[in-house]
């Protein structure tokens, strides 16, 4: 018998903080898949395989799901989507990081309800080295536990800039800079007598971005210069300048080729455009020809700050990974697959998965796009146990991930 059916879900609510993780309760997520499922030729009495399943109380993890926070780099989101088969009370569902407790949550369970799902957004004090543990409180009456906890690593770490930030004197720029600088920091200041820097301890640290408010403010010397260029070059550091009012227009002008320009006068400045981008090899750098950027930032319709900091952070060329949603899945299972990208791409994709077994391929899927995760994904069953092969391909039939995976006997008849 065969039964073609599609298959839409989507689910939202509102992310509510705990301790030092937040947790979404079904955070949006869509499952759009065409199937093909053809049930086994073994007939069970409807009488007697009713009576089973009136019998089998169990509640299972099915898929977690691991993906980056677009809106945020520092945090990461976990979907769980949970079976559950004749429950008809609440489950604690627990998220922990090596050990420690790190989001929690209770669901209710109803009888007539078999697919549930839970979000969890988590950023701060978590060590991706330590594994990850998902776990659903037992039921009164199961009798099978071994589904009910999920464990797993992932090497999708919050990724986390070491910016430099060094002003001249203090203005109105310096504090909205500060107020968008959402990573780790070392401001330099000038000293409120002399005016000069203690660049000490910049000269012996690593920076991927280094910013220059209203900087320099007195002329630099040829030899800080020279120092400067050898370190943003040997270390491969971004460079991003905030115009100020009282800048020392020779140092200025000699900093000018860092953002490719040309210009030897104030007037000419003046011209130059409000947004400059520049690249040469692995260098990249912005320059914000506006003294007046901070009424922007307060009035919140500031885009240069970010525009800037996305430019200049983009040295990673763009790749895919995909992943399957469990590592041990059953003949009556559907087993989840989902992929995304390394970085932001505002690009829609055509990637086709390949199933194949014993060298034979058996099924061909497209990936569609979750629009609000921005991951790509489908599902699909295997009838058989047995061991397979996934290859994902782009839309030039180039494979760009395999995947191995196990399909176990089915559990039980549902």
């Known amino acids: 018998m065969k039964n073609k059916y599609k298959i839409f879900l989507l689910w939202m609510s509102i992310g509510v ?99 549930y799902f839970q979000s969890f957004l988590v950023k701060d004090d ?31 770490k919050a990724e986390k800039l070491n910016v430099a930030l060094i002003s001249g004197t203090l203005n109105y720029n310096s504090k909205a800079i500060i107020s968008k600088i959402d990573n780790n920091f070392d401001h330099f200041f000038p000293e409120i007598d002399s005016y000069a820097h203690n660049f000490e301890n910049f000269w012996f640290k690593k920076y991927d971005i280094i910013i220059f408010d209203n900087f320099p ?65 692995h260098f990249k750098s912005v320059l914000i020809n506006d003294e007046f950027f901070y009424k922007e930032v ?21 790749k895919y990974s995909f992943f399957l949603g469990n590592k041990n899945y059953h003949i009556n299972d559907s087993v989840f697959i989902y992929g995304f990208a390394n970085r932001v791409d505002k690009d829609k994709r055509d990637f086709i998965v390949y199933i194949y077994k014993n060298g034979i391929s058996i099924k061909k899927e497209r990936l569609y796009l979750n629009p609000v995760s921005n991951y790509y994904f489908n599902q699909f069953k295997i009838l058989d146990s047995g061991d397979y092969e996934i290859k994902i391909t782009d839309k030039d039939n180039f494979t760009l991930q395999t995947i191995n995976f196990n399909i176990l006997e089915e559990l039980t008849r549902l």
Do not use: C
Request: proline content about 2%; charged content about 25%; hydrophobic content about 40%.
């Open 298 to 318: 307060f009035n919140g319709k500031d885009t240069y700050f970010d525009e800037a900091i996305e430019w200049v952070s983009k040295k990673k060329d763009l």
């Open 17 to 115: 903080a705990i301790g030092s993780a937040i947790y979404v309760n079904s955070l949006s997520l869509f499952f759009f898949a065409d199937e093909t499922d053809i049930i086994s030729d073994t007939i069970i009495p409807e009488t007697i395989e009713s009576k089973i399943s009136e019998d089998i109380v169990d509640i299972a993890i099915k898929n977690v799901i691991v993906y980056p926070n677009i809106f945020d780099k520092r945090s990461i989101y976990i979907d769980i989507e949970i079976n559950n088969q004749n429950g008809d009370e609440f489950t604690q569902i627990t998220l922990s990081n090596g050990g420690k407790l790190i989001a929690s949550d209770k669901i209710k369970l109803y009888r007539n309800k078999h697919t």
């Open 126 to 156: 978590i060590d991706f080295n330590k594994i990850f543990d998902v776990k659903i409180s037992s039921l009164k009456s199961e009798g099978n536990i071994s589904n009910n906890r999920h464990r797993f690593t992932t090497s999708l």
């Open 217 to 281: 403010e007195i002329p630099v010397s040829d030899r800080w210069f020279n120092l400067f260029i050898k370190k943003i070059y040997s270390e491969k550091t971004s460079l991003v300048m905030f115009k100020g009012d009282t800048q020392d227009l020779g140092s200025f002008i000699k900093m000018g080729p860092l953002f490719g320009l040309d210009f030897a006068t104030e007037s000419e400045l003046r011209n130059v455009a409000k947004k400059t981008f520049f690249t040469k090899n």
